[in-house]
């Protein structure tokens, strides 16, 4: 599983002459108020999430994405499962979910579902 990742960027360090930014004297050793900082936004470096797969009817092995997988999380382990097609020859695959699969799929952002008793 491929994993997503945010990159963040911080405002330079201040001149060495104590000032923060020009224009806005500040104490040695005291911060510069936030408005006074220059602004810097996050640029998201995501990645998306791809998990790899196995057909049982046609044998493929390939990757998904999160989109392409369902999680349903019932009362029991025999309920508990996630589902998909297969890309290579369309079958519908079902396969038992543990608690570990089931963290990957939710953490990699698959659409999950729970399952009640009527």
């Known amino acids: 599983m491929r994993t997503s990742m945010t990159t ?12 923060s930014a020009p224009g ?3 104490a ?8 006074a900082l220059p602004q810097v936004s996050q ?11 196995g057909c049982p009817h046609c044998r493929a092995n390939f990757e998904l994405t999160a989109g392409a997988l369902r999680l349903a999380i019932g009362g029991s382990a025999r309920t508990t499962f996630y589902s998909f097609t ?11 979910a543990g608690e570990r699969i089931v963290e990957l799929l939710t953490t990699g952002g698959v659409r999950t579902m729970r399952l009640h008793l009527a």
């Open 8 to 19: 963040t960027t911080t405002a330079p360090a201040p001149p060495a002459g104590g000032a």
């Open 24 to 26: 806005v004297p500040s």
């Open 28 to 35: 040695p050793g005291v911060p510069a108020p936030v408005s």
């Open 43 to 53: 640029v998201p470096s995501a990645v998306p999430a791809l998990f790899r797969a």
């Open 86 to 96: 297969c890309p290579e020859c369309g079958e519908a695959v079902r396969k038992p």
